[in-house]
């Protein structure tokens, strides 16, 4: 991997990934005219370096250039192309045209708690006889019936054109759903109640992918009634289809904590076990004149069948497209290098959806197998074992190993946790998950004979009821997960060179170029590292969270810290989760002291934190916090107040209130009603007096 002169297509794709990544950051539009100038301008420049390598090899390095630099451009114009919303078709830009949309389904219609979640097209913009064509994707919630249950992939709905703009994070570093689907080009949402939509009976559906959506279905069916039911029906569903429909939490959470996420994520992993059978079987080919050739056709087919009725998730893309380029390269009796096949399949995605590189599952499923192929086979040639067990179970080990060089920095960087035991829980699941898939396959395949297909699903369901029982065991362990711990995007990137560099340096003895890059991504990360704890010191900040009809306040002093929750968000561990949590990761918090609202006194040694009654002072800064249970008739304060924090829907006149205090700022937290908002801005507004509506601008956090 240290000579690039043998693996052109990876020296091609790392331009062309920089190229995306700088639109994705920097998001600066550029005319077709300026591409157009700089592919004329690099078409000349290229005529120049073909007539100076005739001069003087020693000119080579022009044509290299070039190439870099063509890749790096078509890379940019790609992902800037591939934004929808600049487009002036986009229906975004006909928010006044006051008619319907016609709305195509492209997803299978996913069911929530309260409403069916449908993913759609805009095809058109209809009102009487006039007709705008558009495009753009919008998410659609519809309110449960009987209608909205029988919705599928394809069918063209009608619904008026009001929508809203999907909403950033209210919360510091919560999980930013605006950008997430921002990357799948949806930047709008609606809801509709029942009545207020309209299904015209069409079902425009792209017929390969309506087929292949039934045959999942059909599958699904088909497990179900061969004694597969419960946590192994869903379990099954995900590791053989990656439909994830039928996973409740607490099975996500128990797979999360003991490593074994992956599984229910079909990847390379499923895609290689599948691959593996379909030779085996297809085997008998060899003994004809055209037998090898006729064997990758067949293999590509059955792969890409199966890629379909996964849905053609990034991960099964990326395995599909890397065998297809191996089961090609092998009929024609070429060993290819596994690098450029690798770099081949990312562009070939990439060129069709370049905003894949920001998914987790495509980020994963790439470095894990880099990892893998590096540094797996001097790995496993350390040791040597005549017994084949032990010598199968020793190649498992070497393969999580490497695996978790990349995965476990990047989990830890997205999700702010790492399985402990990793390596015993793979151990366990790789080969049940392997037995699993061929013996579910094989339910499918003889489903048709009664006895058969009867005892199979009874082994399938045994096999997963075990696997379910082993991950929870195994989650349930004391330390069985690292968590509560962030690393930044820079401390990622150090960690993932330094295991790179200096693995290769410890397994193959490679130059001292490795071990310079790896004692140099260790300087760095440990840098980094001191800075982050050196301005956690003296982090002293306060913060009102948006928590819906809730009330939440955190003083932070350094790594310490005390909150103030109503009895809504004390008893609703998830919603802590979701809200409170993040920004305590990041600040890396080590002690924390949890108060209840309603709990009048309280003196704690945080930066001279202290409350009487309805004051709170910290550090220097005096916090008055008005609710329902104060009387009605306010004494004009001794101490200057800074910020007044309204609370519950308190039934005091806000101007009366606000002549009183005099506060230098009003928040209103999320636990007033919009009556009370209303007053309370209109108060403020006549009083000049600056006011932070939490529930509408977010969370209000305050650095002291």
């Known amino acids: 991997m240290s000579n690039l002169s043998h693996l052109p297509l990876c020296r091609l794709l790392l331009p062309f990934l920089g190229g995306i990544l700088l639109f994705l950051v920097v998001g600066y539009f550029f005319s077709l005219q300026i591409f157009l100038a700089l592919y004329l301008l690099s078409a000349a420049i290229w005529l120049i370096s073909v007539y100076a390598i005739k001069q003087t090899f020693s000119n080579r390095w022009l044509f290299g250039s070039l190439a870099f630099f063509i890749m790096f451009v078509v890379g940019y114009h790609i992902a800037q ?62 309110q449960k019936d009987s209608l909205a249950a029988e919705l599928q992939y394809g069918d063209i709905l009608l619904v008026e054109n009001q929508y809203q703009d999907v909403q950033p994070p209210k919360n510091p570093y919560q999980f930013n759903f605006q950008k997430f689907l921002a990357y799948k080009n949806i930047y709008h949402q609606a809801y509709r109640s029942s009545g207020n939509w309209y299904a015209t009976g069409e079902n425009r559906g792209n017929l390969l992918k309506a087929s292949a959506l039934n045959m999942r279905q059909s599958a699904l069916s088909t497990l179900k009634e061969n004694n597969i039911a419960g946590d192994e029906f869903a379990v099954v569903s995900a590791l053989l289809f990656g439909y994830t429909e039928y996973l409740n939490e ?40 055209h037998g090898k050739l006729l064997k990758a056709i067949f293999t590509v087919l059955f792969i890409w069948i199966y890629a379909a009725v996964t849905g053609f998730s990034p991960s099964v893309l990326r395995a599909g497209t890397m065998f297809t380029f191996l089961a090609i390269g092998q009929s024609l009796g070429r060993n290819t290098n596994i690098y450029n096949t690798l770099a081949g399949s990312a562009f070939v995605l990439l060129c069709y959806d370049p905003y894949l590189i920001t998914q ?11 990892a893998i192929v590096a540094l797996q086979p001097p790995m496993y040639k350390l040791f040597t074992f005549k017994n084949k067990i032990i010598d199968w179970l020793w190649a498992l080990t070497t393969v999580s190993i490497t695996a978790q060089f990349v995965t476990g920095p990047i989990a830890m960087y997205y999700f702010d946790q790492f399985p402990n035991y990793f390596l015993i829980t793979n151990l366990i699941v790789v080969p049940l998950s392997t037995m699993i898939i061929y013996l579910a396959m094989a339910t499918l395949g003889l489903a048709a004979i009664p006895i058969v297909g009867e005892y199979l699903g009874k082994a399938v369901a045994y096999l997963v009821y ?11 362990l004391p330390f069985s997960t ?26 193959l003895r490679k130059t001292q170029a490795n071990f310079v890059g790896g004692v140099a991504a260790l300087v760095l990360l440990t840098i980094s590292i001191t800075i982050g704890n050196t301005s956690a010191k003296h982090n002293n900040t306060f913060i009102v969270y948006d928590v819906p009809r809730s009330t939440a306040i955190e003083f932070i002093k350094g790594r310490e810290s005390v909150i103030l929750m109503c009895e809504t968000v004390l008893e609703n561990p998830r919603s802590q989760s979701f809200n409170i949590h993040p920004l305590r990761v990041r600040l890396g918090m080590e002690e924390t002291t949890i108060i209840p609202v309603a709990q009048s006194q309280f003196d704690v040694h945080l930066g001279a934190l202290l409350r009487r009654e309805n004051w709170v002072k910290f550090g220097n800064k005096h916090i008055f916090k008005l609710n329902p249970q104060m009387e009605q008739n306010i004494v004009s304060p001794l101490l200057a107040v800074d910020y007044l924090i309204v609370s519950q829907n308190p039934r005091h006149n806000p101007k009366e209130v606000l002549d009183v205090m005099k506060p230098q700022k009003v928040i209103l937290d999320s636990s007033n009603h919009r009556w009370t908002i209303m007053q309370w801005e209109e108060a403020a507004l006549a009083a000049n007096i600056a006011i932070w509506t939490v529930s509408v601008k977010g969370a209000y956090r305050a650095m002291l």
Do not use: P, W
Not at 251 to 279: C, D, N, P, R, W
Not at 466 to 476: D, L, Y
Not at 487 to 507: D, H
């Open 466 to 476: 075990a696997m379910n029982h082993s991950v929870r065991f195994i989650e349930g």
């Open 250 to 289: 607490d099975l996500m959470q128990e797979y999360s904590g003991s490593g074994a996420m992956h599984l229910l994520s079909v990847s390379g992993l499923h895609v290689g076990i599948i691959y593996v059978a379909i030779k085996y079987l297809l085997s008998f080919l060899n003994v004809f004149k």
């Open 81 to 142: 192309n591939h934004y929808e919303k600049s487009r002036s078709s986009h229906f975004s830009n006909f928010a006044n045209f006051n008619g319907k949309m016609v709305l195509m389904i492209t997803d299978e219609v996913s069911e929530k708690a309260n409403s069916f979640r449908v993913i759609t097209r805009v095809k058109k913009l209809v009102k009487n006889d006039s007709v705008v064509s558009v495009r753009g994707r919008l998410l659609l919630y519809l």
């Open 482 to 507: 690292f968590s509560g711990v962030h690393i930044s995007i820079l401390e990622t990137l150090c960690v993932l060179a330094m295991g790179l560099f200096l693995g290769r340096y410890f397994l």
């Open 360 to 370: 987790i599952g495509f980020q994963l499923s790439y470095l894990a197998v880099i």
